[in-house]
């Protein structure tokens, strides 16, 4: 009877109905425990049109389900419950309303197929302007520079974790100040030790936060994800300008060594230039240099 069902998007879905079916993406999904409550399975979905929302799947349901939801698949999902979104911190999407697996609920796979990641990259100056809701997540995109060392802070309950303060930098020459922790920094920090090139970033569902009087973007914990040098759009006018800069540097070093060249070519041009002026106040025997001068007449006199 599932089957029969007709497909709805997320921005239909409405509360008192669980006979619901969607055709969504499976975004991003990691395991989430919450004293008194116990473990789940978080996952942030996303159908066709770029739609987000929030989904959760209690620890009861997971042997049969999670299986079912690995990132990046398409998948169709029937039967589950509709509630409100509420109005605390790291909410991952926008969308008013979040879904809950029940013990009907059924995960099968999609036909549609579509590499779409629906990046909400959210611009610098936004960003930095103060004026949006922190409460909700973003994605944030630039290069790596001002890498810090990578830090071990010992946390509430004794508890250590890693830390890695950097700047994303724009492509107009932006920078927003940066805070990783845990796995996420390691992992960075790892990439930048390694990598010669530049270092783009792709930071998705992170945390505004604010750090000593300025705005910091870090990880929200697990719910955030993280890529480096990723191959969307957005890292193209990155690419182009190293590029750029690159045959510049080429163009450069190649005019500097045809300086080189034509200096081991002609020995005269390892010597000192001099003026005729100096030559006839100079008080040593013997001169070794280079005049450069222009030749008015000869005298042929002396043969």
Request: with cysteine; charged share 25%.
């Amino acid at each position: 009877m599932a089957n029969n069902m007709q497909l709805s998007f997320l921005n239909d879905l409405k509360l008192h109905k669980t006979a619901w079916r969607i055709q969504v993406k499976i975004l991003h999904s990691w395991r989430f425990f919450m004293k008194g409550v116990g473990e789940s399975m978080e996952l942030i979905l996303s159908d066709a049109h770029g739609t987000k929302i929030h989904a959760s799947c209690k620890k009861t349901y997971m042997a049969d389900l999670a299986k079912h939801v690995r990132v990046g698949a398409w998948r169709n999902i029937d039967h589950f419950c509709v509630s409100g979104a509420g109005n605390g911190a790291y909410r991952s999407t926008g969308h008013k309303y979040r879904l809950a697996f029940i013990h009907s609920t059924k995960i099968s796979e999609s036909t549609l197929h579509d590499d779409n990641m629906f990046l909400n990259i959210v611009d610098f100056d936004s960003i930095q302007s103060g004026l949006l809701d922190s409460n909700f997540l973003i994605d944030v995109f630039g290069q790596v520079l001002d890498l810090g060392d990578l830090e071990t802070i010992q946390c509430t309950g004794g508890k250590q974790r890693k830390k890695l303060e950097f700047s994303l930098v724009n492509v107009c020459g932006q920078r927003l100040a940066c805070c990783l922790w845990g796995k996420f920094a390691e992992n960075l920090h790892s990439v930048c030790q390694e990598t010669e090139g530049i270092v783009l970033c792709l930071l998705r569902f992170a945390k505004i936060g604010q750090y000593r009087g300025e705005v910091q973007i870090s990880n929200a914990f697990d719910a955030s994800q993280l890529f480096i040098n990723p191959e969307i759009a957005e890292a193209d006018e990155f690419k182009q300008r190293e590029t750029d800069e690159s045959q510049a540097l080429a163009i450069s070093e190649s005019e500097d060594n045809k300086l080189v060249l034509q200096i081991k070519r002609d020995k005269w041009m390892q010597y000192p230039q001099k003026n005729i002026r100096e030559l006839f106040e100079s008080t040593q025997d013997e001169i070794l240099c280079r005049i450069v001068a222009t030749i008015y007449a000869i005298d042929t006199d002396w043969g």
